[in-house]
């Protein structure tokens, strides 16, 4: 009887040891699994640098300061995605932000809305460059950055990503409008513009113009038809040969919102509930854009 009970705790010994030994193998089968799986999921998430180099930036910007340079064929992984821009990690564990566009083209951020848009705007003229007159003097230029700035605020306050060509009554050549828009791969381009006729008081109302046909079409259509609701006439949209337009690599167009040497459409020009109406205009023809 004695030697019997030995017997059955010497075999339930065993049976916890083996036990034991099974759930530690496994625990162990699990732990390997899941860094498997974590690697896996980390390798599938990575890309490869496509441009000769990038600069790994300290936020989604080409305004943030660069911490390192990647070159081409160098490995990072993707963590998330804003406007243009990931943030991603190296194979040295650094952490920070590359534009999409140094990336092969289907790991690119696909916009569909405007908060996450890239937007070039674009106030015509400006320092020395007075643009058209009114009639009594008033210069363009000065109402080309009054609606532009109504229009930043309120695509900013929908999340978008907002450059200016200029934010204050300075020179900027007509080259680099362009260029802003082509550096930061915007996702549309709008330069606001007061057209003039060679005799004053002789034309009146809005016109929408775009270059590249199979780039900006659709933004021109889309935008222009906001405006038939104006206080002054909506003349459509048309091809328009102008430089910052006719350099942008992306959407672009160009707005003259008025003729700056009529009376009645300058009474509407100077006032701020027609600015303010342009400006909601431009962003919910802009929202309509990127939904589409």
Do not use: C, M
């Given at each position: 009887m004695i030697d019997g009970e030995l017997l059955m705790k010497k075999q339930n010994k065993s049976f916890i040891y083996e036990n034991r030994s099974n759930l530690i193998l496994l625990a162990i089968v699990v732990v390997l699994a899941l860094i498997l799986s974590a690697k896996t999921f980390e390798y599938l998430q990575q890309v490869t640098i496509v441009t000769p180099k990038t600069a790994l930036r300290s936020g989604p910007g080409i305004e943030y300061?660069?911490?390192?340079?990647?070159?081409?064929?160098?490995?990072?992984?993707?963590?998330?995605?804003?406007?243009?821009?990931?943030?991603?990690?190296?194979?040295?564990?650094?952490?920070?932000?590359?534009?999409?566009?140094?990336?092969?083209?289907?790991?690119?951020?696909?916009?569909?809305?405007?908060?996450?848009?890239?937007?070039?705007?674009?106030?015509?003229h400006g320092g020395a460059d007075s643009g058209a007159l009114s009639t009594t003097g008033k210069m363009e230029k000065t109402y080309t950055l009054k609606v532009a700035r109504k229009v930043v605020a309120k695509l900013r306050a929908k999340g978008a990503k907002v450059y200016m060509t200029r934010?204050?009554?300075?020179?900027?050549?007509?080259a680099a409008r362009a260029e802003l828009s082509n550096k930061v791969h915007a996702d549309a381009f709008i330069s606001f513009h007061f057209d003039s006729s060679p005799v004053a008081n002789d034309a009146s109302g809005v016109t929408t113009y775009y270059y590249h046909q199979k780039l900006s079409y659709r933004l021109a259509k889309t935008i222009n038809s906001e405006f038939n609701t104006l206080s002054l006439d909506n003349r459509g949209i048309d091809v328009g040969n102008f430089q910052v337009i006719r350099d942008n690599e992306f959407p672009a167009i160009l707005l003259e919102m008025g003729y700056i040497n009529s009376d009645r459409d300058f009474a509407q020009i100077k006032s701020n509930s027609y600015q303010n109406t342009i400006s909601s205009d431009v962003v919910t023809g802009l929202t309509k854009y990127f939904e589409n």
């Open positions: 300061s660069s911490k390192s340079t990647l070159k081409k064929e160098q490995r990072v992984t993707i963590i998330r995605k804003k406007y243009h821009w990931i943030y991603i990690k190296d194979a040295n564990n650094k952490f920070g932000w590359i534009a999409d566009w140094s990336v092969p083209k289907k790991y690119r951020n696909k916009i569909s809305n405007v908060s996450d848009a890239t937007i070039v705007i674009d106030p015509g934010d204050s009554n300075k020179y900027v050549g007509l």
